[in-house]
């Protein structure tokens, strides 16, 4: 098949070549885009008198009629066409002729890949946004149903004070609230149309970006031509931004295989999101929740792709810039294949409760409160932490938890203690005094979930 670009040629490509240099396998999925994209030049290029207005309104009308046959199964793209944008000119031009020659006037594919994928990048990141939202909401309810779930809070993996499942679940909550305002803040840098800078230096004939962005719903176009064909930068922060949900869903995913272990118990995973094993029969594992955390190096791994295969461009354009897109692209589908089935492992999974409260009796999670009822009393906190500290030894070598032991005991530390002290260091009270702004008290914990179901409502 001759080139588009072949004039300059006396020899043709080698087949292996063709096959190596050819990105239509991965660059299809954005047809669409790139139609649009195309309607809008067509448009303008008439409508300043670059193109006859007959040719515009024919490229305009058969670029209709293409992406519908897309759409329908009836157009097989080639390997020879190289790429979305020259397979669709090619199809284009097989099909009205010369007037199909004139739409690729103005501009180069460099500006037209640099369009295509901001706006395939915008369209993907606005449903990744709404997965979110869903992601949010799957915790603020289970937030709901735990609001007096006790449960041990832990550091360095090891029991540190006593919270609500409530609480650890609006930390994430929180996360994934991140995770989406980080991506509405990338989606408005991606939304900068480049069409109009040509392969590096713009071009001599009056385009009239400010119409072309207008149409195609761009915020602004670029200031520089070099910098528009050769900018990733929106790539790679999307990337960056999906490689942070991944991370936040692979950190709950691990808790949940630690908790659905026997040693934990805090969780049991729904039988619909859980495998066995073809050898022992007891086996009940948390598959859904591993491959979660698996396919979070895979995001890693194409954000790192991503950086290294920029590193070492010059300015402007280079073939090497062809490779963030199966990147990317891999990132998006990651993204979107986990984030469901995230949340419905999460809805199904039962919490036992029981579990969760006696772990958090355990690990003496209420020796911090054991010190600050000392220092109420009037003794200084440094003392405090060496008299609970002593009493928390005795306690190990006695096997005895604080709340367990006789008020006998409990002066033989310290003869400022009185009997008020059992109830200090209770679960319950170890929970609902820490009511400073965002603490788990329960009061506080009902504050932060009404706020965060206003944030969800207001999107």
């Given at each position: 098949m001759a080139k588009l670009w072949g004039g300059r040629f006396r020899k043709a490509t080698d087949q292996r070549v063709d096959d190596f240099n050819s990105s239509i396998r991965f660059d299809k999925r954005m047809y669409k885009q790139d139609i649009k994209g195309s309607i809008a030049h067509a448009t303008m290029l008439g409508r300043q008198g670059i193109?006859?207005?007959?040719?515009?309104?024919?490229?305009?009308?058969?670029?209709?009629?293409?992406?519908?046959?897309?759409?329908?199964?009836?157009?097989?793209?080639?390997?020879?066409?190289?790429?979305?944008?020259?397979?669709?000119?090619?199809?284009?031009?097989?099909?009205?002729?010369?007037?199909?020659?004139?739409?690729?006037?103005?501009r180069s594919r460099n500006d037209q890949v640099a369009l295509d994928i901001r706006m395939y990048l915008m369209d993907e990141t606005a449903e990744i946004e709404e997965m979110l939202v869903e992601t949010m909401e799957t915790f603020v309810e289970l937030a709901k149903e735990h609001i007096d779930t006790i449960m041990p809070g832990y550091t360095h993996l090891q029991k540190a004070q006593p919270i609500t499942f409530a609480h650890h679940c609006l930390a994430y909550y929180e996360m994934f609230k991140r995770d989406y305002s980080r991506l509405v803040d990338c989606r408005k840098r991606t939304n900068i149309m480049p069409l109009g800078s040509g392969a590096l230096a713009g071009t001599t004939y009056p385009l009239d970006r400010k119409f072309v962005a207008e149409m195609l719903g761009f915020d602004d176009v670029t200031m520089n031509s070099l910098d528009g064909v050769s900018d990733r930068d929106f790539v790679i922060e999307l990337a960056s931004c999906l490689s942070l949900v991944m991370m936040h869903a692979s950190r709950f995913s691990e808790e949940l295989i630690l908790w659905s272990s026997n040693e934990f118990g805090f969780v049991e995973m729904d039988d619909a999101y859980s495998t066995g094993s073809s050898i022992m029969p007891q086996k009940k594992n948390p598959d859904v929740a591993e491959l979660i955390r698996g396919k979070t190096g895979r995001v890693y791994g194409d954000l790192i792709g991503l950086l290294t295969m920029m590193k070492g461009t010059p300015l402007a354009y280079n073939k090497d810039m062809q490779e963030d897109k199966e990147q990317i692209f891999d990132s998006i589908d990651t993204v979107k294949l986990c984030l469901p089935v995230f949340c419905d492992m999460i809805r199904t999974m039962r919490v036992n409760t029981r579990n969760m409260h006696e772990g958090a009796k355990g690990g003496f999670t209420n020796a911090t409160d054991a010190a600050d009822y000392l220092v109420k009393k009037g003794l200084p906190f440094?003392?405090?932490?060496?008299?609970?500290?002593?009493?928390?030894?005795?306690?190990?070598?006695?096997?005895?938890?604080?709340?367990?032991?006789?008020?006998?005991?409990?002066?033989?530390?310290?003869?400022?203690?009185?009997?008020?002290?059992?109830?200090?260091?209770?679960?319950?009270?170890?929970?609902?005094?820490?009511?400073?702004?965002?603490?788990?008290?329960?009061?506080?914990?009902?504050?932060?979930?009404?706020?965060?179901?206003?944030?969800?409502?207001?999107?």
């Open positions: 193109i006859p207005m007959e040719d515009s309104e024919a490229i305009v009308r058969e670029l209709g009629h293409i992406l519908h046959d897309i759409e329908d199964g009836k157009i097989e793209f080639l390997i020879d066409a190289e790429d979305i944008h020259m397979n669709i000119e090619k199809i284009l031009t097989d099909r009205i002729g010369d007037a199909g020659k004139r739409l690729h006037t103005g440094r003392d405090a932490h060496a008299v609970i500290g002593n009493m928390v030894f005795y306690c190990i070598e006695h096997n005895k938890a604080i709340e367990d032991l006789t008020m006998e005991e409990m002066k033989s530390f310290s003869d400022i203690i009185e009997d008020d002290i059992y109830d200090a260091v209770s679960m319950e009270t170890c929970v609902n005094d820490r009511k400073v702004i965002g603490g788990p008290a329960k009061k506080i914990t009902q504050k932060a979930i009404s706020k965060a179901e206003k944030y969800i409502n207001s999107l």
